[in-house]
């Protein structure tokens, strides 16, 4: 046997998993993590309201939203679609993180949905929310867009650590 052969296969042994040959071992399945790595800057976008209850929609703006291009009574499907284009990422090398909560119920449904790391100087994270009234279950998604509304959070201004309604300077 050649000198490199003969090492190689020590250290292989070596390195390689120790097993006790009488102990049966179970077989291992993986398990997702529901932990995403996130970059230090910009921090996460939360959605605090852990009940649809606590949600304050007069705290939410219809005018801010005009950006979204929202239009009462279309359909859910439709409303997702205009969330997830107006909030997709941009080219570049700009870090955009999302957050979004679902509340189903047997009449409707309510939708919340976040960012931070925008591309902007002046806004910090904005966050909307979509009412679709409408049976739930398998027919959700034939719900249609019954209300909606976003609020915004400025680096800069009289106001820079609470959700607003106001352009940010």
Request: charged share 20%.
């Given at each position: 046997?050649?000198p ?21 071992t ?53 409303t997702?679609?205009k ?20 509340y ?8 919340l ?35 909606y ?21």
């Amino acid at each position: 046997m050649k000198p490199y052969l003969f090492i190689s296969a020590i250290f292989l042994a070596a390195c390689g998993p120790s097993q006790d040959l009488e102990a049966p071992t179970a077989p291992t399945t993986p398990v997702a993590s529901t932990e995403r790595a996130q970059p230090a800057t910009p921090p996460s976008p939360t959605l605090p309201e852990s009940n649809l209850e606590d949600v304050d929609f007069s705290a939410y703006s219809t005018d801010l939203a005009r950006f979204v291009g929202f239009e009462l009574g279309e359909t859910r499907l439709e409303t997702i679609d205009k969330i997830r284009l107006y909030y997709a990422p941009e080219t570049g090398s700009t870090i955009i993180t999302t957050a979004s909560q679902t509340y189903e119920r047997d009449d409707g449904s309510v939708f919340l949905f976040s960012r931070t790391g925008l591309p902007d100087d002046s806004v910090q994270a904005e966050e909307v929310y979509a009412i679709f009234s409408g049976p739930g279950g398998a027919d959700k998604f034939n719900q249609t867009l019954a209300a909606y509304g976003m609020r915004i959070k400025c680096y800069r201004g009289e106001n820079t650590t609470e959700w607003q309604t106001d352009l940010c300077p």
